[in-house]
């Protein structure tokens, strides 16, 4: 068998200067909701033989992880949905072991989180995302049309128990949750969780439209600031959010403002999709296809050059916009095909 690593690969640095060690990875674009600002209630889902295998999927982070990856995480639609997808996890933990990796998380929607919390915290997995945009059992409901409150919050539990450190995820939704806003903080900071509130993006399709659904987080903030005192935060977890404390709680608040304030400057990120589909920008269409290398060859070289090549391609910014005269989407694909 051919030796799978037969040059030491060159670290990732874009045209920007900017230094790429931050790997999203979408394990499936399959989901056991269906919310209502990132997919369609009638999604059609890839052919499950279209996906990349867990192995290739363990294959291809690693060979990131070789060229200077040091944060991965595992995303979707829900990553838990995917069938036996702890061993993904399990066999992934190894570069925390070594040290190549510092982190190994997941962004999830916590209706599986329950079953899974111990599990991911035997792996090494130290901090996880969850999506949670009401507290209201109704109103959850209708945002994410099929899902149970009760299992995501009996999933945080399990997961904070477990020792992992939550942090809560929550889209500013006009006329729908933004009356509960000081409510979710007030609750997440209670149970010593951080939250980061995130404007909508314009990613597929859908309905209701996007103007219906945008609350600009420069509203939220200054409203949060007519109640509480906010000190700037330096704190950074190598996303996009921008963190402020709130005096009161003692807590962190994040602001995620892909539309009112473009953050790219600082971007470190790239993203995989479930087929092996590198995006190196979550609002640009310039794709790569590193299924074909992977599968071409034992060795990993093949790999190496493309994913080199489609770095070199990583633009300045994203141009998102919610075109108020057609409504059109910036980019087509929903939100759960590139990964959350």
Same mark, same amino acid.
């Given at each position: 068998?051919?030796?799978? /690593?037969?040059?030491?690969?060159?670290?990732?640095?874009?045209?920007?200067?900017?230094?790429?060690?931050?790997?999203?990875?979408?394990? %499936?674009?399959?989901?056991?909701?269906?919310?209502?600002?990132?997919?369609?209630?009638?999604? %059609?889902?890839?052919?499950?033989?279209?996906?990349?295998?867990?192995?290739?999927?363990?294959?291809?982070?690693?060979?990131?992880?070789?060229?200077?990856?040091?944060?991965? &995480?595992? +995303?979707?639609?829900?990553? @838990? /949905?995917?069938?036996?997808?702890?061993?993904?996890?399990?066999?992934?933990?190894?570069?925390?072991?070594?040290?190549?990796?510092?982190? @190994? +998380? @997941?962004?999830?929607?916590?209706?599986? @989180?329950?079953?899974?919390?111990?599990?991911?915290?035997?792996?090494?997995? &130290?901090?996880?995302?969850?999506?949670?945009?009401?507290?209201?059992?109704?109103?959850?409901?209708?945002?994410?049309?099929?899902?149970?409150?009760?299992?995501?919050?009996?999933?945080?539990?399990?997961?904070?128990?477990?020792?992992?450190?939550?942090?809560?995820?929550?889209?500013?939704?006009?006329?729908?949750?933004?009356?509960?806003?000081?409510?979710?903080?007030?609750?997440?900071?209670?149970?010593?969780?951080?939250?980061?509130?995130?404007? /909508?993006?314009?990613?597929?399709?859908?309905? =209701?439209?996007?103007?219906?659904?945008?609350?600009?987080?420069?509203?939220?903030?200054?409203?949060?600031?007519?109640?509480?005192?906010?000190?700037?935060?330096?704190?950074?977890?190598?996303?996009?959010?921008?963190?402020?404390?709130?005096?009161?709680?003692?807590?962190? /608040?994040?602001?995620?403002? =892909?539309?009112?304030?473009?953050?790219?400057?600082?971007?470190? &990120?790239?993203?995989?999709?479930? %087929?092996?589909?590198?995006?190196?920008?979550?609002?640009?269409?310039?794709?790569?296809?590193?299924?074909?290398?992977?599968?071409?060859?034992?060795?990993?070289?093949?790999?190496?050059?493309?994913?080199?090549?489609?770095?070199? &391609?990583? =633009?300045?910014?994203?141009?998102?916009?919610?075109?108020?005269? %057609?409504?059109?989407?910036?980019?087509?694909?929903?939100?759960?095909?590139?990964?959350?």
């Amino acid at each position: 068998m051919l030796n799978r /690593v037969t040059v030491k690969p060159a670290p990732m640095i874009d045209p920007f200067g900017r230094t790429i060690d931050y790997l999203r990875v979408s394990v %499936t674009d399959r989901c056991d909701f269906r919310c209502v600002y990132c997919m369609a209630e009638n999604m %059609t889902f890839l052919p499950k033989k279209d996906l990349l295998s867990l192995e290739e999927l363990d294959r291809l982070c690693s060979a990131f992880i070789a060229k200077g990856t040091r944060k991965l &995480r595992l +995303t979707g639609g829900e990553p @838990l /949905v995917r069938k036996e997808v702890m061993t993904l996890f399990r066999s992934l933990s190894r570069h925390l072991d070594s040290g190549a990796l510092d982190e @190994l +998380t @997941l962004t999830t929607n916590g209706s599986q @989180l329950k079953r899974h919390a111990a599990d991911l915290a035997a792996c090494g997995v &130290r901090r996880i995302n969850v999506s949670l945009d009401t507290l209201d059992a109704d109103k959850f409901r209708t945002i994410t049309r099929w899902g149970n409150l009760q299992d995501v919050l009996d999933g945080i539990d399990a997961a904070l128990a477990a020792g992992i450190h939550v942090k809560i995820n929550a889209v500013a939704l006009k006329g729908v949750n933004e009356a509960e806003i000081e409510d979710l903080i007030i609750w997440a900071h209670g149970k010593g969780m951080d939250i980061s509130f995130i404007e /909508v993006m314009p990613l597929g399709d859908i309905e =209701p439209l996007r103007l219906d659904q945008y609350l600009p987080l420069s509203v939220v903030r200054a409203r949060l600031m007519d109640r509480w005192t906010l000190q700037e935060s330096s704190y950074r977890t190598g996303g996009p959010a921008r963190y402020v404390t709130v005096s009161e709680t003692g807590g962190r /608040v994040g602001f995620i403002t =892909p539309m009112t304030h473009n953050f790219c400057e600082s971007c470190n &990120r790239v993203r995989i999709t479930c %087929t092996g589909t590198l995006y190196m920008c979550l609002g640009q269409d310039d794709a790569a296809d590193l299924r074909a290398p992977l599968r071409a060859s034992e060795a990993d070289d093949l790999l190496y050059s493309a994913i080199d090549q489609a770095i070199s &391609r990583k =633009p300045k910014g994203h141009d998102f916009v919610i075109d108020r005269r %057609t409504n059109r989407p910036s980019v087509t694909r929903h939100m759960s095909t590139t990964g959350g």
